[in-house]
């Protein structure tokens, strides 16, 4: 209130003055626990709808999907990553990627080596969320650079915890400003993974199990398809078609080996769904050589990290090179056959 000149204001408009004060304190407090009860109730509704989802007997992909949903309405960010841990190669493997901007969406199966990455491997050992802020000023460098190739400016990491081992990593970024996410929102994101981490590992052992029982069936078809092959050309065309059924690859290669000559023969090349020409070969250092001479399975991943220091890889034309690379052994089985004349 104020007055033309200084006077004390009489007891009766004290009084209602403090009154009005406490009337629009308690409606200010009743708003404030209003506004929490709804918040409250909202999360407990995505708890609710995440726990019934969870328990459905949905897909591997089709839970990843559904729960991205969820964290992304729970702390109401635009982008979220969900990885699983490979343990066997200590990578963390990029699940899904809804990241709205195209050109830094990672594609299901990135891989990225833990070692690589100090403050990753540092929160998987810890198992706690974590905050990480673009503008703090002890920044590590490393975390700087990976937070700004995604235009991260604030990120909500959870772990995936299943029992005390951790499976995997839910990452909720801020891209368009810097954002303080508040402890609700940090434990409903936690609430949620708690509920994710036991489904999705049941639910990628379902998938697991489900490719083991494809698999087996499609060699067994494959078993059936090539024993009645009349012609090396049908034989390299069926191995073809069945390979890129089970393992879709951008580029396909077929081929023999002639010891005495030392020469590799491809009879089929698929290169970008295009079939290229026949040709030979001298075995030179390479892939294709590393195969022959250990006589068994290579596998290369990440953009050859990993690539035989004697046998680099050999390119041909002018594609790009390759990100990954699967080669495998075909062994000569010669069964004797005995005949009696009569």
Known sequence: MERAAPAAPPPEELRALQLLADQAAVALENARNYAETQRQLRDAQLLHRAGQAVTR???????????ADY??????????????LDVTRNYLVVMLDRDPIPATREAPGEAYR????????????????????????????????????????????????????VIGVVELPEQRQR???????????????HQAAGALQHARLFDK????VQELAALNRIAYRVSGALSLDELGAIIEE?????????????ALYDAARNRVAYKRILDSGEQLTPFEWDLQPSLTRHVIQNKRTLRLDDQFSQVPSDNAPQYYGEGDEHRSWLGAPMRMVIVPRFFQRR
Do not use: H
Request: proline letters at 5%; hydrophobic letters at 50%; glycine letters at 2%.
């Open 114 to 165: 833990i070692t690589e990455f100090p403050y990753l491997q540092a929160f998987l050992e810890k198992q706690q969320t974590t905050v990480i802020q673009r503008d703090a000023p002890d920044l590590a460098p490393d975390v700087a650079s990976n937070m700004d190739s995604f235009f991260w400016k604030s990120v909500l990491m959870i772990p995936l915890l299943a029992g005390q081992e």
């Open 209 to 212: 199990l489900n490719r083991r």
């Open 179 to 193: 954002r303080e996410f508040t402890a609700a929102e940090i434990r409903l994101a936690e609430s949620l993974a």
């Open 71 to 84: 964290f992304m309405q729970g702390v109401s960010v635009e982008a979220c990553c969900i990885s699983m």
């Open 242 to 254: 069945e390979t890129l059924q089970l393992l879709p690859a951008q580029i396909f290669f077929f």
């Open 57 to 67: 007997t949905l897909s591997f992909q089709e839970m990843l999907e559904r729960l």
